[in-house]
Nanobody, 121 residues
Framework: QVQLVESGGGLVQPGGSLRLSCAAS????????MGWYRQAPGKQRELVAI???????IYVDSVKGRFTISRDNAKNTVYLQMNSLTPEDTAVYYC???????????????WGQGTQVTVSS
């Protein structure tokens, strides 16, 4: 089992920045993907950014050039640096990790509890 602890959400003015962190712990053999999703009120959860093994990153178009996802392999931690925030970025942000507990097990998908990001003046 994998536990995820998120931090870094909060209230910020338009144009401001926030940095989200998500630390994974538990029975981890390897991590194949770490990502951030978000869900705004009345909307479906959407992928924001993901970093897969090998370091390849994928972003939703609306955050390209403003958000940066990174990963610290030694700490099993993924970060989301969010710059030039707009009210449209307001949502609950969820961390997701895809990992194996042993080399013989299939990948499992794990979710954090979510952290609120509110962009408002």
């Amino acid at each position: 089992q994998v536990q995820l602890v998120e931090s870094g959400g909060g209230l910020v003015q338009p144009g401001g920045s926030l940095r989200l962190s998500c630390a994974a712990s538990g029975t981890i053999f390897d991590i194949n993907a770490m990502g951030w999703y978000r869900q705004a009120p009345g909307k479906q959860r959407e992928l924001v950014a993901i970093i897969i093994s090998g370091g390849r990153t994928i972003y939703v178009d609306s955050v390209k050039g403003r958000f940066t996802i990174s990963r610290d392999n030694a700490k099993n931690t993924v970060y989301l640096q969010m710059n030039s925030l707009t009210p449209e970025d307001t949502a609950v942000y969820y961390c997701n990790v895809v990992s194996r507990s042993t080399r013989w097990e299939p990948n499992g998908s794990y979710w954090g509890q979510g952290t609120q990001v509110t962009v408002s003046s």
